[in-house]
């Protein structure tokens, strides 16, 4: 089960980086209907299977540069699926010995309702809400597959009072960096979802201002109504300027507070063999502004933007797995002193 976990879990990063791939490729509605392509169950390329999906879908014309990446994507999140199912199913096959087979089942369901939000993502013409809570949920189902190999894989650390107390009391601080690391993470869906990574091509400033003329009324406005199709984007320039700036200035909150909590972080935790973690999610980071700014300057190269969205979710692996690691750590509650007792002497 815990090889299984593992190869789910790194299927799981293909499966992101897929996605990413064809978002950015704007093939998100290379297939008009869903699980199918036009009706197939792979892109129609003979005259013949064109003819009939244009028949099928005539507002859709064939365009098959766009249906392999989407199909492709397709292939991938069901070969996830199959894993995840099988996974559940051995788990609570072998419950009785000790096997996290709730964790199991957990993750099937959560698999289900993803694949609802890939088929609404095509049947709702890429509504920014459903694009970015089905990339949320990707991430999601990164974590909870990686948490599952860590509870079958992992070693937790040993340690002893006085640095088990220390690493306990930097729990709070971590676990604040993967509610930021989720933040982050959700405002760069929310800028995929509306395309506005190009809305802003210069560092540090944004058209030349370091306050641009910004919508945020617009920008993030997630009652706006199911249109007809959101490919390429409906808001205007302003909205999509105030989704960039704050997707640019979350970073740069989680860069600081990050950084600073990993440098806290790194006398404990390499006292604890630990360090080789830190050490990590501070490469990782590194390695993500890198290329976050490098998106900017380079106007989106697609290398360069599927791994800034593959890096996104190694940075929220190494927090998690931080975190995972300082769980078993409490800080000891010790009992007051009690008072002294003044004795009278006598008169």
């Known amino acids: 089960m815990a090889r299984l976990a593992l190869v789910a879990t790194v299927l799981t990063v293909v499966v992101v980086m897929l996605g990413a791939w064809t978002r950015l490729v704007h093939a998100g509605l290379g297939c008009p209907d869903w699980p199918g392509c036009y009706g197939f169950l792979s892109v129609p390329q003979s005259a013949e299977h064109i003819a009939i999906a244009e028949a099928r879908f005539p507002h859709a014309p064939v365009d098959v540069s766009k249906g392999w990446p989407e199909m492709i994507h397709r292939y991938a999140a069901g070969t996830l699926s199959l894993l995840v199912f099988t996974l559940a199913g051995y788990g609570f096959r072998h419950r009785r010995e000790g096997l996290p087979w709730k964790h199991a089942l957990f993750i099937a369901g959560f698999v289900v309702l993803q694949a609802a939000f890939g088929m609404w993502t095509v049947t709702l013409k890429l509504w920014p809400q459903v694009v970015a809570l089905h990339l949320l949920g990707g991430f999601t189902t990164l974590s909870l597959l990686f948490l599952l190999t860590l509870r079958l894989r992992g070693k937790q650390p040993k340690a002893g009072a006085r640095l088990a107390e220390a690493l306990a009391r930097m729990k709070p601080w971590v676990f604040g960096a993967m509610m930021l690391v989720i933040i982050q993470i959700a405002l760069g869906a929310w800028t995929a979802a509306n395309y506005a990574a190009v809305a802003c091509t210069d560092l540090p400033t944004c058209h030349g201002e370091w306050w641009p003329q910004m919508d945020f009324r617009h920008g993030f406005d997630i009652t706006q109504a199911v249109g007809p199709n959101y490919l390429g984007g409906q808001l205007t320039n302003d909205g999509r300027v105030a989704i960039h700036v704050t997707h640019r200035f979350g970073a740069l909150v989680l860069t600081i507070y990050l950084s600073l909590l990993l440098i806290r972080l790194w006398p404990a935790a390499r006292e604890a063999a630990m360090g080789r973690w830190v050490a990590l999610a501070g490469g990782v980071l590194l390695a993500q502004v890198a290329l976050g700014v490098a ?27 931080l975190l995972w690691r300082i769980q078993p750590f409490h800080v000891v509650r010790r009992a007051p002193k009690p008072a002294r007792i003044k004795q009278e002497l006598p008169a």
């Open 295 to 321: 998106n900017v300057l380079m106007h989106i190269p697609l290398p360069i933007a599927v791994a800034h969205n593959a890096l996104g979710a190694g940075l929220l692996l190494a927090v998690v797995n």
